[in-house]
Antibody, heavy 122, light 108 residues
Framework: VQLVESGGGEVQPGRSLRLSCAASGFTFSFSSYGVHWVRQAPGKGLEWVAAISYDAINKYYADSVKGRFTISRDNSKNTLYLEMNSLRVEDTAVYYC??????????????WGQGTLVTVSS | EIVMTQSPATLSVSPGERATLSCRASQSVSSNLAWYQQKPGQAPRLLVYSASTRATGIPARFSGSGSGTDFSLTISSLQSEDFAVYYCQQYNKWPPWTFGQGTKVEIK
């Protein structure tokens, strides 16, 4: 099972970037799971950023990115996206995609990608 | 938003000793709490969910307990590979899904 992020890099404040997360090797279809973006600023803890339901109908955002970031998915390509606009210096972080595990009341983020670094700097 | 507070920030433990990490929620999260382990340069790994259920492949030396607002993760006999940062996460009331700030378990 693999989640592989891509699209990170260095960008100036106010610019845009699009991250991708490609899933492979799952026993069941990628389209069966909710998926999330979680970020980690250098030397800091984990911050949840955005989530999307298995069918892409429901989307959720942290207040810190609402109105600037857009989460989406293409289940035909087993790929998750994060469109990041109006980037700020404080968005600098490693961005991880993470798959949900949800069985009844049991829940967690059971698979994570290796992360992609986004650096926002002038 | 539910705020998760972990203590201590750093825990110094000798190999083979027991380590107990704490996590407190600003309001009840029932048993809807997970623990993650993160080693330097790696992604987090799910250890425990539903406060006390070990995830697949997690050794029995890891145990979680608690409900409501107070939780703990115990590592019964620390191995060299257990020195890492540990995060708790609540999923009772979302969004947002919130993490604690982490506890670093270091070698004494």
């Amino acid at each position: 099972v693999q989640l592989v992020e891509s699209g990170g890099g260095e960008v100036q404040p106010g610019r845009s970037l699009r991250l991708s997360c490609a899933a492979s090797g799952f026993t069941f279809s990628f389209s069966s799971y909710g998926v999330h973006w979680v970020r980690q600023a250098p030397g800091k803890g984990l911050e949840w950023v955005a989530a999307i339901s298995y069918d892409a109908i429901n989307k959720y955002y942290a207040d810190s990115v609402k109105g600037r970031f857009t989460i989406s998915r293409d289940n035909s390509k087993n790929t998750l996206y994060l469109e990041m606009n109006s980037l700020r210096v404080e968005d600098t972080a490693v961005y991880y995609c993470a798959k949900e595990y949800a069985q009844g009341n049991d829940y967690g983020f059971d698979y994570w990608g290796q992360g992609t670094l986004v650096t926002v700097s002038s | 938003e539910i705020v998760m507070t972990q203590s201590p920030a750093t825990l110094s433990v000798s190999p083979g000793e027991r380590a107990t990490l704490s996590c407190r929620a600003s309001q009840s999260v029932s048993s809807n709490l997970a623990w993650y382990q993160q080693k330097p340069g790696q992604a987090p790994r799910l250890l425990v969910y539903s406060a006390s259920t070990r995830a697949t492949g997690i050794p029995a030396r890891f145990s979680g307990s608690g409900s409501g607002t107070d939780f703990s993760l115990t590592i019964s006999s620390l191995q060299s590979e257990d020195f890492a940062v540990y995060y708790c996460q609540q999923y009772n009331k979302w969004p947002p899904w919130t993490f604690g700030q982490g506890t670093k378990v270091e070698i004494k």
